[in-house]
């Protein structure tokens, strides 16, 4: 029975990732809106450095690894989980979740990956790059348990930031409206961004 649901799973990915790519030229420009979006964020920040050196004693390398870390971790994270959740008040509120609850399926599964939300790959294609260079760049001596450090705190960002979101998310199957309590996260989610004596 196991080996089943996970035979599904990816036949479920790759029929959403179809669906998305039905308009590919508004998937990507969509992407790149996001790209500029968070590029002129670290446009702002990397010139701000510039004319002073530091900011709170972070110097742009390290601010950069900062910020490039946490948007890579939310952006794998979320992935797995932000939009499904988001739209599960929706599906409660309608009655429309119980045709999974019906399903021969766990439903957390179907919900999950009929719905993995590849629209976050233009954070990916930005953070990815600029990690890169703040890792090089960064006044630090790196050997292999501290790469593997990295790894492991990148991998267990992601899965915090999929718990958060799944756990918000899954209010709503006790009172319904929970989506409000998403601007809340994303509040937190700001903060996350900078050192916390800036």
């Known amino acids: 029975m196991i080996l089943h649901h996970l035979r599904v799973l990816p036949l479920l990915v790759r029929m959403y990732v179809r669906s998305q790519m039905e ?3 508004a998937f990507w420009l969509d992407r790149l809106a996001q790209i500029l979006s968070y590029g002129s964020v670290f ?6 450095l510039s004319r002073f050196q530091t900011l709170g004693g972070w ?3 390290e601010l950069a690894l900062l910020y490039s870390f946490q948007l890579l971790a939310y952006s794998l994270g979320a992935a797995m989980s932000f939009t499904q959740l988001r739209d599960l008040e929706e599906q409660v509120r309608l ?3 119980d045709t999974l609850l019906v399903k021969p399926f766990s439903p957390w599964a179907y919900l ?7 629209g976050y790959a233009g954070h990916v294609i930005l953070a990815v790059p600029l990690m890169v260079w703040a890792v090089l760049s960064v006044d630090f001596a790196w050997s292999v348990p501290s790469a593997l450090f990295l790894i492991a705190a990148l991998l267990s960002a992601t899965l915090l930031t999929a718990a958060l979101i799944t756990m918000i998310g899954a209010t709503a199957l006790i009172w319904v409206r929970s989506n409000h309590l998403f601007s809340i ?3 937190f989610w700001e903060l996350m961004r900078y050192p916390l004596n800036i």
Do not use: H
């Open 59 to 61: 110097s742009w390398p």
């Open 112 to 118: 999950i990956f009929s719905g993995l939300n590849i």
């Open 95 to 97: 009655g429309s979740y």
């Open 185 to 187: 996260f994303f509040g």
């Open 23 to 25: 308009y590919r030229g």
């Open 43 to 48: 446009a702002t920040i990397s010139i701000l």
